[in-house]
C-alpha cells in the first residue's frame, strides 16, 4: 500500500531536487520529508535517490516511477474536491419529474438559481401530465418528484402544499378594476377552464353553482401557461395557480383574488426506500423557500 504523502513527497524531491526545498514546498519539517520518502523506498524495496554533490538525484526506478505518481496524486486531488463537492451540493446529478406547470413556469427560474451556485451539477427535467408522474412511482426513474394531488403510494415519501387559485384576465377588461373576482361579478362573463376533472374546472363549477352565477366557458385548456395565454390575449378569465400567474405578468395579465377560495394541492416526493442525497435535500428546500410565499393552510 502506497501512502499519499510519501508519494507527495517523493514527487516534490524529483521536481525540486532537494529535500529543503521539498520542505518548504510541502510546509513540513526536513526530517519529515527525508522520513516519508525512506519509508516509500522501504515500501517499493528499491531506492528512489541518489546523493550527488548536495542534490538528490532520482534514480531510473524513480524517473519510472514518478509520471505514474503525479497522476495518481491528480486524480486523488480531484477526488478530494468531488468529494467535497457532493458534501457543499455543488455537484452530483438530479433527476426531477414534474407536472407542467412548475416544469414550464415554476422550475426552470428555480433550477437555473441552483445550478449558477453548483456549477458541477447537472438536473434532468422530466416534463408530464400529474397522472404520468405518478405512473412513474413504480420504476423510481427520479430522485425528487412534483405533482398535483392525489399522491398516494407505499413507495415515495410525500410533502404536501396548498396554494389558493387565482383569476387571471388581460389589464385591459372592465373587470380588472376589482381587487377581488367572484362568481356574482363573473356572472355570464368569458371563462376559460382546464379540462372537466381538474381541481381550477371542479372548483369554479361548484362556486358558480352555489352563487346562482352562470359560467360561461369559452375555452377549455390542458396546461395552465395556455390558459394564462390566452386570458392575457382577451380571450376570458381564467384560474390558475399563483406562481404561474406571476411568471406571465409581463404579458398584460393581472391577477386577482378569487372568492370563495378554491385551493389547489400538490406534492413533492421521493422514493422512500433510499435515502435523500444531501444535493436533493438541498434542492427541497430551495423549492419550500421558493412556494413559501404563496402557501396557505391545509
Not at 18 to 43: D, M
Not at 154 to 166: G, S
Amino acid at each position: 500500500m502506497l501512502d499519499v504523502k510519501q508519494m507527495e513527497a517523493f514527487r516534490t524531491v524529483v521536481e525540486r531536487g532537494s529535500v529543503t526545498t521539498a520542505a518548504l514546498v510541502l510546509g513540513v519539517s526536513q526530517p519529515a520529508v527525508s522520513a516519508l520518502v525512506a519509508r516509500l523506498e522501504e515500501a517499493l524495496g528499491y531506492a528512489l535517490f541518489t546523493r550527488e554533490h548536495r542534490r538528490m538525484v532520482p534514480t531510473a526506478e524513480a524517473l519510472a516511477l514518478v509520471g505514474e505518481v503525479a497522476a495518481v496524486l491528480e486524480r486523488h486531488a480531484q477526488l478530494t474536491r468531488t468529494a467535497q463537492d457532493i458534501h457543499d451540493t455543488r455537484a452530483g446529478s438530479l433527476s426531477i419529474a414534474s407536472h407542467p406547470s412548475p416544469s414550464i413556469s415554476w422550475l426552470p427560474a428555480l433550477i437555473a438559481q441552483f445550478l449558477a451556485e453548483r456549477p458541477s451539477v447537472t438536473v434532468k427535467l422530466i416534463s408530464r401530465q400529474s397522472q404520468g408522474v405518478r405512473d412513474l412511482i413504480p420504476s423510481q426513474a427520479f430522485d425528487l418528484a412534483v405533482a398535483e394531488l392525489p399522491v398516494e403510494h407505499p413507495l415515495v415519501a410525500v410533502r404536501r402544499y396548498r396554494m389558493p387559485f387565482v383569476a387571471v384576465l388581460s389589464r385591459t377588461s372592465s373587470l380588472a378594476r376589482h381587487a377581488t373576482l367572484t362568481p356574482r361579478l363573473l356572472n355570464g362573463q368569458p371563462f376559460i377552464t382546464m379540462f372537466r376533472g381538474h381541481a381550477s374546472q371542479l372548483g369554479a363549477a361548484r362556486a358558480f353553482d352555489e352563487a346562482g352565477a352562470h359560467l360561461n366557458v369559452v375555452a377549455e385548456c390542458d396546461y395552465f401557461a395556455s390558459a394564462i395565454a390566452l386570458a392575457a390575449n382577451g380571450v376570458g378569465v381564467a384560474l390558475v395557480d399563483p406562481i404561474s400567474a406571476e411568471d406571465f405578468k409581463s404579458r398584460g395579465l393581472t391577477a386577482k383574488a378569487f372568492v370563495p377560495t378554491i385551493a389547489y394541492d400538490f406534492a413533492i416526493f421521493h422514493p422512500a426506500d433510499r435515502p435523500m442525497s444531501r444535493l436533493s435535500k438541498s434542492f427541497v428546500e430551495a423549492f419550500e423557500l421558493f412556494v413559501k410565499p404563496y402557501l396557505i393552510e391545509r
